[in-house]
């Protein structure tokens, strides 16, 4: 098993996070204070009008806009009604005034306020407990018959009464410990709730969902995790605190970092960063990959570049492929790339060569714990393989579209556009009569209008019987230009 290190950086308004394996960065995870929603938050809500044309509620929870909750998301059984029956009109159901534990199930958008739930659910590692329920879901991701029904009759056992649960996909392989420990986290948390409904105002926020720096001790620490490092004394606190009452496994683990350079510096996961959001991947044996994300897929292309330490062409191609099957999987990791990928490795000739890299992708990809499936070779040399969507993507999420090639990741050569240039002014020569034109553009544009193509500037000026003034404008980009008329 691959020893593992996490690296916290904390600021105000961002918390990242760098999960090393075996001195390589494998993920990263970010969060922003302001891009934060309310999704799973929990609150004591007050029923500030009913409307039963409507059939909802607005529910007032302590932020600016009111909160809307839908009869269908009202908890039946709070009521006594079975399942099978139709439900209540709203109105037998709350009443103004009436205070409600609440759970934020979609963000307020526009003038809309949030939309609300009474059905409760708060998210483990490995669980989803359900407070007002009582029957055992599996996830659907988990396909196996045998196996749904082996984690049901274990759930079963584990959970005794009170609450139901819901099996999350990476609970698949979990232990019968992990899943206790879960349990009691999510049993814990919610008596913590209910403690607070019944002691604090309405408008209280009862239970935030936990923020990224928490949810490294319940998501990602693992057996094999050795330390986990913060750079801040207050989150250091908090998170002990949290860790000792939850999980104080992962607590042990935590250490307070006082280095005097940035714990990202120190640790180079800033040119780790930097790195990942380029198109390019050098492998240690001199080839690399070309990494390009599209909005249907991913795309990896193999080359083999300068390397040549092999005896001979096939075992240099073999050799390259082999390492750059490690570099994808962590790539993908990395850069949390979703959905489909394809793989355009070198042409192997050898059947052994391309079993061996596909079991060494495989191999790797089995370290991720977001679910990937690899199809194998097609006919053309590719291999397909898909990778969950979890989150966006890390391009995409400190990324934005370039604004000068509004992210067709190339622009126009500068003679491209002094033909563009001449033409649009053959155009408007045609439909207006100033007594000049001047062009306006980028340097590089109008420094190849007076050296290389002055021939052409001056013919087209002889030709419509006008002259023709060149300025430069360094904000403009090199596809831009302005035609003024004199």
């Known amino acids: 098993m691959a020893s593992q290190d996490i690296l916290i950086n904390w600021a105000p308004q961002e918390t990242r996070v760098a999960i090393v394996e075996n001195g390589a960065v494998q993920e990263l995870h970010i969060e922003r204070t302001l891009e934060r929603g309310l999704v799973g938050n929990v609150y004591l809500g007050k029923v500030a009008r009913v409307l039963p044309g409507m059939q909802s509620a607005f529910i007032d929870i302590g932020l600016e806009r009111a909160a809307f909750l839908h009869v269908a998301d009202l908890h039946p059984h709070?009521?006594?009604?079975?399942?099978?029956?139709?439900?209540?009109p709203i109105e037998r159901q709350v009443f103004e005034g009436q205070t409600l534990t609440v759970q934020v199930v979609k963000d307020a958008i526009g003038t809309k306020g949030a939309r609300l739930s009474t059905q409760v659910s708060i998210a483990g590692r490995l669980l989803v407990f359900l407070p007002h329920d009582t029957h055992i879901g599996i996830s659907q991701k988990i396909g196996s018959p045998e196996l749904r029904e082996q984690l049901r009759t274990r759930m079963q056992a584990?959970?005794?009464?009170?609450?139901?649960?819901?099996?999350?996909?990476?609970?698949?392989?979990?232990?019968?410990?992990?899943?206790?420990?879960?349990?009691?986290?999510?049993r814990k948390t919610w008596a913590t709730i209910r403690e607070r409904a019944h002691s604090q105002p309405a408008g209280t926020l009862l239970h935030q969902d936990l923020g990224l720096a928490e949810r490294v001790l319940r998501d990602l620490t693992t057996e094999a995790t050795q330390s986990i490092r913060i750079d801040s004394k207050m989150q250091y606190d908090v998170l002990r605190a949290f860790g000792e009452s939850y999980m104080p496994g992962a607590a042990a683990k935590l250490e307070h970092y006082r280095g005097e350079r940035p714990i990202f510096d120190h640790y180079g996961i800033e040119e780790?960063?930097?790195?990942?959001?380029?198109?390019?991947?050098?492998?240690?044996?001199?080839?690399?990959?070309?990494?390009?994300?599209?909005?249907?897929?991913?795309?990896?292309?193999?080359?083999?570049?300068?390397?040549?330490?092999?005896?001979?062409?096939?075992?240099?191609?073999?050799?390259?492929?082999?390492?750059?099957?490690?570099?994808?999987?962590?790539?993908?990791?990395?850069?949390?790339?979703?959905?489909?990928?394809?793989?355009?490795f070198i042409d192997m000739t050898r059947e052994d060569h391309q079993q061996a890299v596909l079991a060494e992708l495989k191999k790797q990809l089995a370290r991720d714990r977001t679910r990937t499936t690899v199809s194998g070779f097609t006919q053309l040399g590719l291999v397909e393989m898909t990778r969950k969507r979890t989150?966006?993507?890390?391009?995409?999420?400190?990324?934005?579209?370039?604004?000068?090639?509004?992210?067709?990741?190339?622009?126009?050569?500068?003679?491209?556009?002094c033909y563009d240039i001449l033409r649009e002014i053959l155009?408007?020569?045609?439909?207006?009569?100033?007594?000049?034109?001047?062009?306006?553009?980028?340097?590089?544009?109008?420094?190849?209008?007076?050296d290389e193509e002055s021939v052409h500037l001056a013919g087209l000026s002889e030709f419509i019987g006008k002259p023709i003034s060149l300025s430069a404008e360094p904000s403009m980009n090199p596809e831009q230009y302005d035609i003024v008329l004199m």
Not at 78 to 88: F, H, I, K, T, Y
Not at 324 to 332: D, E, F, N, S
Not at 436 to 450: N, Q
């Open 78 to 88: 709070g009521n006594g009604v079975p399942r099978s029956e139709a439900l209540p």
């Open 158 to 186: 584990l959970a005794g009464d009170g609450g139901g649960f819901i099996l999350r996909t990476n609970a698949e392989d979990a232990t019968d410990p992990e899943l206790a420990d879960d349990i009691a986290y999510l």
């Open 272 to 344: 780790e960063i930097v790195r990942a959001l380029g198109r390019r991947v050098d492998l240690k044996s001199g080839g690399y990959l070309i990494i390009d994300q599209t909005e249907a897929l991913t795309t990896i292309d193999v080359n083999t570049g300068g390397y040549v330490g092999a005896r001979n062409f096939d075992d240099t191609i073999f050799k390259t492929n082999l390492e750059a099957a490690g570099a994808i999987a962590r790539q993908l990791r990395l850069r949390n790339l979703g959905g489909i990928v394809i793989a355009d």
């Open 391 to 417: 989150r966006e993507s890390l391009a995409h999420m400190l990324c934005q579209p370039c604004p000068t090639c509004d992210g067709r990741g190339q622009v126009k050569t500068a003679r491209s556009v």
């Open 427 to 450: 155009r408007e020569a045609r439909q207006f009569d100033p007594k000049e034109f001047r062009v306006v553009a980028h340097a590089s544009v109008i420094e190849m209008l007076l």
